[in-house]
């Protein structure tokens, strides 16, 4: 079966940098669509970062110029690296894979102290 396990969360001070990891198993990874969302608490899940199958990028203005989006297609991961964090990353990350239908993580939780 399907199968997104995120890695990598923690507790970090702002400024600093963490590296999150998703693992895909059960789906042709290289031809989907692999993004990174987050859920602050209390508020909606919102896309942070997505690479398309052909590598292409985007990202919210928010974390533009801070954090990374790549992918290993040859061992079916993601990640996502950020930098310069700040308390407002506080929330849980969750890998999303999409081709003709959508796939979740269980989320990984990512704290920034002030």
């Known amino acids: 079966q399907v199968q997104l396990v995120e890695s990598g969360g923690g507790l970090v001070q702002a400024g600093g940098s963490l590296r999150l990891s998703c693992a895909g198993s059960?789906?042709?990874?290289?031809?989907?669509?692999m993004a990174w969302y987050r859920q602050a608490p209390g508020k909606q899940r919102e896309l942070v970062a997505r690479?398309?199958?052909?590598?292409?990028?985007n990202y919210a203005d928010s974390v533009k110029g801070r954090f990374t989006i790549s992918r290993d297609n040859a061992k079916n991961t993601v990640f996502l690296q950020m930098n310069s964090l700040e308390p407002e990353d506080t929330g849980v990350y969750y890998c999303?894979?999409?081709?003709?239908?959508?796939?979740w993580g269980q989320g990984t939780r990512v704290t920034v102290s002030s």
């Open positions: 999303n894979a999409k081709y003709w239908q959508g796939y």
């Open positions: 059960g789906f042709t990874f290289s031809i989907y669509a």
């Open positions: 690479s398309t199958s052909g590598g292409n990028t």
